[in-house]
């Protein structure tokens, strides 16, 4: 039989009259929605200890969710067409425009519609290439499922490693563009922490004051105004450090998340037309895995972003 693993956390008041299933999407990003509203009708997500069986089913806040999440198989992806803006490529590297709400490799309940799976359909080879058995082929960073922006992928084990190895030694120059909510009094500031695990939800990232690993960040807020009624901040972020959630857990931290980000803005987060957290990473400077000739790639601004950018009134 199959391994599974428990979670359990409380649900915020932030979620209150929202709908199980999709307070389970935002607590465990790793899943897709489909596979969790399967959990959850064959009754192996339990609220306060009691099984439910309706996806919809509304909380008032405060409940205790518990879910019996079952290990899935780890399949050799499967080819899928290749329809990625391509911003760079040669014989060593890959680097694409990734666009919001495609996953970067399968993962639990997201084996089809990745990144690598798109790259196993422009490369047959891909996999026996790396003689991966982890299901992710050339991927030497990743972003998150809604951010969009500069991703570069190895073609080669030589170039896989060469540009981890920039990665883990900061030798890269990472700068995000962020739609933030309210506008910050320092329009310029270094976010210096510890980010580690939430002592509570351990499917988000916290600022901690021990147990955790160096993060900077540092923002710089390039147009302010009123979007829709509200106070947003557009703003240059870069990162000198690269650990989960950095950019969205430090602004959230320091009172001004990401736009549409409701894992860590929460209510505060929403804005009517705003599908998606408006992250985007738009320039890398990386040394070339080969020549170690430093490369910058820009990836243009989405559609969806550029529009809320346009409408907000200074």
């Known amino acids: 039989m199959p391994q599974e693993k428990r979670l359990e956390f409380c649900v915020g008041?932030?979620?209150?009259?929202?709908?199980?299933?999709?307070?389970?999407?935002?607590?465990?990003p790793s899943s897709s929605r489909s596979f969790l509203q399967k959990l959850i009708k064959e009754q192996c997500v339990k609220i306060d200890g009691v099984p439910c069986d309706v996806p919809r089913r509304l909380l008032a806040g405060g409940e205790t969710i518990s879910v019996a999440l079952p290990e899935e198989p780890d399949p050799t992806p499967s080819a899928e067409p290749f329809q990625f803006p391509i911003l760079f490529e040669d014989e060593a590297m890959l680097v694409i425009n990734k666009p919001a709400g495609v996953v970067v490799h399968p993962g639990a309940g997201n084996y089809a519609g990745t990144v690598v799976n798109a790259l196993i359909?422009?490369?047959?080879?891909?996999?026996?290439?790396?003689?991966?058995?982890?299901?992710?082929?050339?991927?030497?960073?990743?972003?998150?499922?809604?951010?969009?922006?500069?991703?570069?992928?190895?073609?080669?084990?030589?170039?896989?490693?060469?540009?981890s190895r920039s990665f883990a030694e900061r030798e890269t120059a990472k700068t995000y563009l962020a739609l933030l909510c309210g506008i910050p009094a320092k329009r310029s500031l270094e976010i210096s922490t510890l980010i580690g695990r939430h002592p509570v939800n351990r499917q988000k990232m916290a600022v901690v004051e021990r147990n955790g690993k160096t993060a900077i960040s540092r923002y710089t807020v390039v147009k302010s105004g009123v979007l829709a009624g509200r106070p947003i901040s557009l703003a240059e972020i870069a990162i000198a450090t690269g650990r989960t959630h950095q950019i969205r857990v430090h602004m959230a931290h320091i009172g001004f998340p990401v736009l549409g980000d409701a894992l860590y803005g929460g209510a505060k987060s929403h804005l009517e037309g705003i599908g998606r957290q408006m992250l985007h990473a738009?320039?890398?400077?990386?040394?070339?895995?080969?020549?170690?000739?430093?490369?910058?790639?820009?990836?243009?601004v989405p559609e969806d972003m550029e529009a809320a950018i346009e409408k907000i009134e200074e």
């Not at 008041?13 to 465990?28: G, M, N, P, T, Y």
């Not at 738009?282 to 820009?298: N, S, Y």
């Open 13 to 28: 008041v932030q979620f209150a009259k929202s709908r199980l299933d999709k307070v389970l999407a935002e607590q465990i």
């Open 121 to 163: 359909g422009r490369y047959p080879d891909m996999v026996t290439r790396f003689d991966c058995s982890d299901s992710r082929p050339g991927i030497v960073h990743r972003l998150d499922k809604e951010t969009s922006g500069v991703l570069v992928i190895a073609k080669t084990p030589e170039a896989q490693f060469k540009l």
């Open 282 to 300: 738009w320039k890398l400077c990386i040394p070339h895995p080969l020549t170690g000739e430093t490369m910058q790639f820009i990836a243009p």
